[in-house]
């Protein structure tokens, strides 16, 4: 069963530095999603990506914050200078075009800024 | 605005015991669609069910069942005779069928099952 993938699994990284976390959505799905849920909280919606552009953001997307597709598979998230309150579980979501209505989640990237 | 509410933070039962999750949205809209996903201990998000607002069908999937009832903007969950496999985080989410495609997540439910 196609799943969304997720790397890495774990990145640790120093206040002030770039980081950025990798995603392969499922291969025929057309929009992708980043969410991210901070320890013990809900799970919230930072963007979404649809045609080689962002269709919606949240307001913690900030200027920080930036997406992209590279390439016909990679959906990337990058943080420009990662803050302690970004410390958190990243997740990728993709949904399909006859079935957008539903997100499928990889497994997260936990990011830790020390 | 869009919410969604599961006042529930942690339950604990016994196994076997049938458990009730609850979940409460507020929307404008008059379509929309209702999630529920499971978050086990790994820390993944399991797809489990997607509900339109036009349907109001109760669905049943083995030992889970779904409650919806648009009078009361409720989207209830219940597993019945719990296993141990099913100690998880379970959200209950919204969104809405026009424009914007974010999810918007209730702050989940701690289901401990107890052997």
């Known amino acids: 069963e196609p799943e969304v993938t997720q790397t890495p699994s774990h990145q640790v990284t120093q206040m002030g530095q770039e980081v950025i976390l990798r995603c392969v959505p499922i291969?025929?799905?057309?929009?992708f999603y980043w969410y991210r849920q901070i320890l013990g909280q809900k799970v919230e919606f930072l963007v979404s990506f649809y045609n080689n552009e962002i269709s919606e953001k949240s307001e913690i997307f900030d200027d920080q914050f930036s997406v992209e597709r590279p390439d016909g598979s990679n959906f990337t998230l990058k943080i420009r200078s990662t803050k302690l309150e970004d410390s958190a579980m990243y997740f990728c979501a993709s949904s399909a075009q006859r079935e957008r209505d539903t997100q499928y989640f990889g497994p997260g990237t936990r990011l830790t800024v020390l | 605005a869009q919410k969604v509410t599961q006042a529930q933070t942690e339950i604990s039962v016994v196994e076997k015991e049938d458990v009730t999750l609850d979940c409460v949205y507020e929307?404008?809209?008059?379509?929309?669609?209702l999630f529920w996903y499971k978050q086990p201990p790994s820390g993944e998000l399991v797809f489990l069910i997607r509900r339109n607002s036009f349907d109001e069908q109760n669905e049943i999937s083995g030992r889970y069942s779904w409650n919806f009832q648009k009078s009361t903007s409720s989207f209830n969950f219940t597993i019945t005779a719990s296993q141990v496999v099913d100690s998880a985080v379970y959200f209950c989410?919204?969104?809405?069928?026009?424009?914007?495609?974010?999810?918007?997540f209730g702050q989940g439910t701690r289901l401990t099952i107890n052997p």
């Open positions: 291969s025929n799905h057309l929009y």
């Open positions: 989410a919204l969104r809405s069928s026009q424009g914007a495609q974010k999810l918007v």
């Open positions: 929307t404008r809209d008059t379509t929309y669609y």
